[in-house]
């Protein structure tokens, strides 16, 4: 019993997050042991310690969806991986034989999952299995923070504009929440696309940051009128696609600030689940709303790739230590940051 993690034993508040004890972990075939240098946190990681109903998770429970870590022990048949190598993780998981995963949409499977939550034990931890596939080539000029990073906000993003969204040069993109881990990630992928970004936040500090990160233009709200501002900013054009993961605060006006055709894509509600849904915008203005959840294994690796290269990069606000995980988790329920919150480990 020597491997240091922070588990949950019970659902509720951050001071349910304690230190424990495990066993080793011991590699199966096609599995490796990584060594966890860097775990991000996600507003999941609050869901998931709160207690979501539609999650079966059995407790004690090991949170943490996005590590970055080395290589310390390969199972039997490990091919692709050797100790020592530097990795970042894949988040998802999935049965990998449904007719989904077999069409290359394992984030559709009925069995999908994310690790730290219903995907299996997450990343506070010294130590964490993982099946040899799920393991993404982490480059010597990125740091393990940086690695840990980017897997699940960079996947969400890109499925939302690049597979969902079909953004591309001279479209006009609303982040909403743009200081949030989706949000600096939405930016970026957006720019990279060719689009033209406009940031939407409640923070003036975080409007600046977005710009310095390569938003074309902010709106402050609720200062400033979302659908105005859009209108004004575009010319009269409005908004092809908004990305929105904020929820009632905001949906209705995202809606009314899409152009005839345009694509609202949901990844996420942190201001509540119920909306009000004016109809006649959706049927006369031709309107998609899309519901996204992470994304497949080939954009996952598409994504790592353009990281790897320096074309996406991690924003990273703040760190904790891996024991400091409760005020980590606090500091993440109070939104003041932008980008991403870490735990160190050594
Ligand atoms: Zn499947």
């Not at 077999?102 to 690790?115: E, T």
């Not at 099946?131 to 990073?149: F, K, M, Q, S, V």
């Not at 970026?188 to 939407?200: D, E, M, N, S, W």
Request: with cysteine; charged share 20%; net charge positive.
């Amino acid at each position: 019993l020597d491997v240091k993690a922070v588990v949950i034993k019970q659902f509720g508040g951050p001071e349910n997050l304690v230190a424990a004890e495990l066993p080793d972990p011991k590699p199966g075939p096609g599995e490796v042991v990584v060594r966890v240098r860097a775990c991000a946190l996600n507003h999941l990681d609050l869901f998931v310690r709160e207690g979501i109903p539609a999650y079966k998770i059995r407790l004690p429970h090991i949170l943490g969806c996005d590590v970055a870590g080395e290589v310390v022990e390969t199972g039997p048949g490990v091919a692709s991986a050797k100790t020592g190598d530097r990795v970042a993780v894949s988040p998802g998981r999935s049965c990998l034989r449904c007719e989904f995963c077999l069409d290359g949409k394992d984030n559709h499977c009925q069995r999908y999952g994310i690790i730290g939550a219903q995907g299996g034990p997450g990343g506070y931890a010294e130590l964490l299995t993982v099946p040899e596939a799920y393991l993404l080539p982490l480059p010597t000029g990125i740091g393990y923070d940086a690695g840990a990073a980017y897997p699940l906000t960079f996947l969400t993003a890109w499925h939302m504009l690049i597979t969902l969204g079909q953004c591309g040069p001279g479209q006009w993109v609303l982040v909403l929440g743009a200081g949030s881990g989706v949000g600096v990630a939405s930016i970026q992928t957006a720019k990279l696309a060719g689009a033209r970004v406009i940031a939407v936040s409640t923070s003036e500090e975080k409007l600046e940051k977005s710009r310095a990160l390569g938003a074309d233009e902010t709106i402050l709200t609720p200062a400033q009128n979302l659908v105005k501002q859009t209108l004004k900013i575009t010319g009269g054009r409005m908004a092809d696609i908004a990305v929105e993961h904020v929820g009632p605060a905001v949906f209705d006006a995202a809606l009314k600030s899409l152009r005839c055709g345009g694509r609202l894509i949901t990844c996420g509600a942190t201001t509540g689940p119920i909306i009000e849904l004016d109809l006649r915008y959706v049927f006369s203005r031709q309107l998609k709303i899309l519901g996204s959840h992470m994304g497949s294994q080939a954009e996952m690796r598409r994504v790592a790739q353009l990281v790897g290269e320096g074309r996406l990069k991690s924003v990273i606000d703040r760190r904790f230590e891996l024991s400091e995980a409760r005020a980590a988790h606090q500091y993440l329920a109070d939104k003041r940051q932008f980008g991403k919150v870490v735990l160190s480990l050594p």
